[in-house]
C-alpha cells in the first residue's frame, strides 16, 4: 500500500488504496514534499481516519482544502492546532454555534474532542501545497476520499452527512438519502456566511438527526486549553498608535514627505514595512486625517488577505474584498511577515484607501 492508514480503515479502503491512481499520487506527495512545503505534516495526514475508526463514525463533515498557512492543517478539516487563531471560516462556525446552541466560543480551533465522538472531520483533498490553496486539486485524493465516503454509506446503521458549499454537495451523489440524513447548507467562509450559513442551525438539526437515529447527540463544546495570555494591545495598553504599510522605499520626495509626516505623529518607523508604491502625502494626511489616533496595528494587504480568506483573486472584486475586511477587522490588525505580497501589492492609492476606510474605529 503506499499509504500507511490506520488499520481500522484499511480493510474498506484496501481497493482503492492498490490502484494505480494512488500509486501516482503516493509518488506526486514524495517529489513534493522534496521540493516544497507540504501541509499538514506527513504524521497528520490521517489524523480524521485515527481519531474516527469506521465502526465509531455517526457524523461526516466534508470539508474541501486543508489550510495552507504554517501550523495551521492538521489532518481535520477545520480544525488548527492548539494556540493557533481560528481562520475565518472557522470563527464563523463557532459563531453559528454559539447562536445555535448557546455553546461558548472557545479559546482554541482544535477539533479533535468532536472527532472522538464519531464526527469524521475528512476534507475531499488532504494535502496543499504552502500558500498555494487548491494546489493539490485533481492529483488522486478525491477519488480516495469518495472512496472513504462510500464505506461510510455503506454502513448500514444512520450517518449524519453535512455538506456545506456547493463543492461538498456535489458529493451527495455518494450518499443515499434514503438510508443517511443529509444536512446542507452554505459555507461558512466569509463570502458565503451571510448567505446561507448564519441562522442555519446545522448542529442542532445534526443532533435532531442522531437523536431520531436513536443515537447520542454531540457535545459541540469545544473546551478551553490552558494558554499563555494574549500580548497587550494598543486599546488596552491606552497607546494611541498606528502602523502604516508604505508602498516604497523612502528614496522619492513623496516617500520622504509621508515618513516625515509619520515622524511628526509619533510613529515608530521601525515597523513600517515598505513595498512598491508610494502613498504621497496628500492620500496619508487624508487617511490619518479620517482615522484620528484610533489605534490600528497595520494593515494587511493583497495576496495575504487573499490567502487568508482562502479566496481567489480573479473570483473576487476588489468591492467584495473591500466589504469582507470591513466585516472581519481582524484580518488587517495583525503583523505581515510574507515576502509574497510584493507580487500584488500595486493596487493604486484609491483602493488602499478604500481599505483603510472600512476599518472598524478604535
Not at 146 to 154: E, G, T
Request: aromatic share 6%; glycine share 6%; net charge neutral.
Amino acid at each position: 500500500m503506499p499509504f500507511d492508514l490506520p488499520e481500522s480503515w484499511q480493510p474498506v479502503l484496501k481497493e482503492t488504496l492498490e490502484s494505480a491512481a494512488m500509486q501516482r499520487l503516493a509518488q506526486f506527495l514524495a517529489q513534493e514534499r522534496r521540493r516544497e512545503t507540504v501541509y499538514p505534516p506527513e504524521e497528520d495526514l490521517f489524523n480524521a481516519l485515527k481519531l474516527t475508526p469506521p465502526e465509531a463514525v455517526r457524523v461526516l463533515l466534508l470539508g474541501q482544502d486543508p489550510y495552507h498557512h504554517e501550523n495551521q492543517a492538521h489532518g481535520l478539516c477545520f480544525s488548527v492546532p492548539p494556540g493557533v487563531k481560528p481562520p475565518p471560516s472557522l470563527a464563523n462556525i463557532f459563531r453559528e454555534l454559539q447562536s445555535d446552541l448557546g455553546c461558548r466560543i472557545p479559546d482554541n480551533g482544535c477539533l479533535v474532542p468532536w472527532a472522538r465522538q464519531g464526527v469524521l472531520l475528512l476534507n475531499t483533498v488532504l494535502t496543499v501545497r504552502a500558500h498555494r490553496p487548491n494546489s493539490h486539486r485533481g492529483r488522486g485524493w478525491e477519488e480516495f476520499t469518495d472512496a472513504v465516503i462510500r464505506a461510510v454509506n455503506a454502513k448500514t446503521d444512520p450517518v449524519v452527512f453535512v455538506l456545506w458549499g456547493a463543492q461538498a454537495q456535489k458529493k451527495a451523489r455518494l450518499i443515499d438519502a434514503a438510508r443517511h440524513p443529509i444536512v446542507q447548507m452554505a459555507h461558512p467562509s466569509p463570502l458565503s456566511a451571510y448567505h446561507g450559513f448564519f441562522g442555519s442551525r446545522p448542529f442542532s438539526r445534526i443532533n435532531a438527526a442522531l437523536r431520531e437515529a436513536g443515537k447520542p447527540e454531540i457535545d459541540w463544546q469545544i473546551p478551553d486549553v490552558q494558554a499563555e495570555p494574549p500580548a497587550m494591545t494598543a486599546r488596552q495598553t491606552g497607546v494611541h498608535s498606528m502602523r502604516i504599510t508604505l508602498y516604497e522605499k523612502p528614496t522619492c520626495s513623496k516617500c520622504r514627505e509621508a515618513v516625515a509626516l509619520l515622524q511628526a505623529r509619533g510613529i515608530d518607523l521601525e515597523r513600517i514595512d515598505y513595498y512598491v508604491q508610494p502613498l504621497d502625502r496628500e492620500t496619508l494626511t487624508r487617511l490619518l486625517g479620517k482615522m484620528g489616533a484610533r489605534p490600528q496595528e497595520i494593515l494587511r494587504t493583497g495576496e495575504t488577505v487573499y490567502r487568508e480568506l482562502g479566496l481567489d483573486q480573479r473570483e473576487v472584486s476588489d468591492e467584495e474584498l473591500i466589504g469582507l475586511l470591513a466585516q472581519y477587522p481582524d484580518l488587517v490588525q495583525r503583523p505581515i511577515l510574507e515576502t509574497e505580497d510584493r507580487a500584488v501589492l500595486g493596487r493604486p492609492v484609491e483602493r488602499i484607501a478604500a481599505f483603510l476606510e472600512t476599518l472598524t474605529p478604535g
